[in-house]
C-alpha cells in the first residue's frame, strides 16, 4: 500500500470520493437538512447529502479554524483512497443528537475515518495525521463517537431515529466509527452506551500525547518513503 497523507485543501475538494464530497451526516441537522440545493437541483437525494454544503462547512472551517480533513492518496495514481474529518464540537450539528453528548469543552470532535476498498490500512496513517494536527495547535484531546455494533435490523433501527431526528434511515452508517477501532487506537470509553459510546483521546497525559505524537510522525515519514518507493 503506497499512500501519502496530507491535509486537505480547498482546490482538492473535488478529488474527494463521490460519498465523501456529498455526504452531510455529520455538517447538518436533520431536522435543516431536507432541503439542500443539490436536492432542489437533481431532485431528493436523502436528508444527508449535499454536496454544495458540504464544500461550504470545509471551506468555512478552514478560513476560521484551519486544517479539518486528512486525506490519504494513493502514490502512484494520485487518487484519493481516505479522508478523516474533524472539527470544534460546536461546528458539527449532529454531535448534538448522539446519547452520550456533549463532547468535552477541551476537545476537538473527530466525526469519521472512511477509506476506498483494498486501502483499510490507510486508517491509522489518517488518525495519525490527525493526531500530529492538533497537538501542534495545542489541543488537549480528540473524543470521537463509535458504534457498537450489532448488525441485527433491530439495532439499526434504533439507531437510526435515535440520530435521524426520528425519521427511520436518516443515518449514514459508513460515517460512523465503529468502537473497536477506536478502542485500538488508544480511545478510552468515557461515556458509555449500548450503542453509541463517547471515547477520548487525551493528548497532554504525562509522556503519553509526546508518545503518540511521535509515533504518528514515525508512521507517515514510512508511509511516505513507501510511497516514493511505489512511485518509482
Same mark, same amino acid.
Given at each position: 500500500?503506497?499512500?501519502? !497523507?496530507? $491535509?486537505?485543501?480547498?482546490?482538492?475538494?473535488?478529488?474527494?470520493?463521490?460519498?465523501?464530497?456529498?455526504?452531510?451526516?455529520?455538517?447538518?441537522?436533520?431536522?435543516?437538512?431536507? +432541503?439542500?440545493?443539490? =436536492?432542489?437541483?437533481?431532485?431528493?437525494?436523502?436528508?444527508?447529502? &449535499?454536496?454544495?454544503?458540504?464544500?461550504?462547512?470545509?471551506?468555512?472551517?478552514?478560513?476560521?479554524?484551519?486544517?479539518?480533513?486528512?486525506?490519504?492518496?494513493?502514490?502512484?495514481?494520485?487518487?484519493?483512497?481516505?479522508? =478523516?474529518?474533524?472539527?470544534?464540537?460546536?461546528? /458539527?450539528?449532529?454531535?448534538?443528537?448522539?446519547?452520550?453528548?456533549?463532547?468535552?469543552?477541551?476537545?476537538?470532535?473527530?466525526?469519521?475515518?472512511?477509506?476506498?476498498?483494498?486501502?483499510?490500512?490507510? $486508517?491509522?496513517? %489518517? %488518525?495519525?495525521?490527525?493526531? $500530529?494536527?492538533? /497537538?501542534?495547535?495545542?489541543?488537549?484531546?480528540?473524543?470521537?463517537?463509535?458504534?457498537?455494533? &450489532? +448488525?441485527?435490523?433491530? =439495532?439499526?433501527?434504533? !439507531? &437510526?431515529?435515535?440520530?435521524?431526528?426520528? /425519521?427511520?434511515?436518516? !443515518?449514514? &452508517?459508513?460515517?460512523?466509527?465503529?468502537?473497536?477501532?477506536?478502542?485500538?487506537?488508544?480511545?478510552?470509553?468515557?461515556?458509555?452506551?449500548?450503542?453509541?459510546?463517547?471515547?477520548?483521546?487525551?493528548?497532554?497525559?504525562?509522556?503519553?500525547?509526546?508518545?503518540? /505524537?511521535?509515533?504518528?510522525?514515525?508512521?507517515?515519514?514510512?508511509?511516505?518513503?513507501?510511497?516514493?518507493?511505489?512511485?518509482?
Amino acid at each position: 500500500m503506497g499512500v501519502t !497523507v496530507r $491535509a486537505l485543501e480547498l482546490d482538492g475538494f473535488e478529488s474527494l470520493p463521490r460519498h465523501t464530497r456529498r455526504c452531510v451526516f455529520w455538517e447538518m441537522d436533520p431536522e435543516t437538512a431536507t +432541503d439542500t440545493l443539490d =436536492a432542489a437541483l437533481n431532485g431528493s437525494l436523502g436528508g444527508f447529502e &449535499s454536496e454544495f454544503d458540504k464544500e461550504a462547512w470545509i471551506s468555512g472551517l478552514l478560513l476560521e479554524w484551519g486544517s479539518c480533513c486528512q486525506i490519504a492518496v494513493e502514490a502512484t495514481t494520485g487518487r484519493v483512497v481516505g479522508s =478523516a474529518f474533524y472539527a470544534p464540537p460546536g461546528r /458539527v450539528p449532529r454531535a448534538k443528537r448522539f446519547p452520550t453528548a456533549p463532547v468535552s469543552a477541551d476537545a476537538v470532535l473527530l466525526t469519521t475515518i472512511t477509506t476506498e476498498p483494498g486501502f483499510d490500512e490507510a $486508517a491509522a496513517l %489518517l %488518525l495519525d495525521a490527525v493526531v $500530529a494536527d492538533v /497537538v501542534g495547535r495545542g489541543v488537549r484531546a480528540i473524543e470521537a463517537f463509535g458504534y457498537t455494533g &450489532s +448488525d441485527s435490523e433491530l =439495532a439499526g433501527d434504533l !439507531v &437510526s431515529l435515535l440520530l435521524g431526528g426520528g /425519521v427511520a434511515g436518516n !443515518v449514514c &452508517s459508513d460515517c460512523i466509527m465503529p468502537t473497536g477501532f477506536l478502542e485500538q487506537s488508544s480511545f478510552e470509553v468515557v461515556a458509555p452506551d449500548q450503542y453509541l459510546p463517547r471515547l477520548r483521546l487525551d493528548l497532554r497525559e504525562g509522556l503519553g500525547w509526546k508518545i503518540q /505524537v511521535e509515533r504518528a510522525l514515525e508512521k507517515l515519514v514510512v508511509a511516505e518513503s513507501m510511497a516514493l518507493q511505489s512511485s518509482c
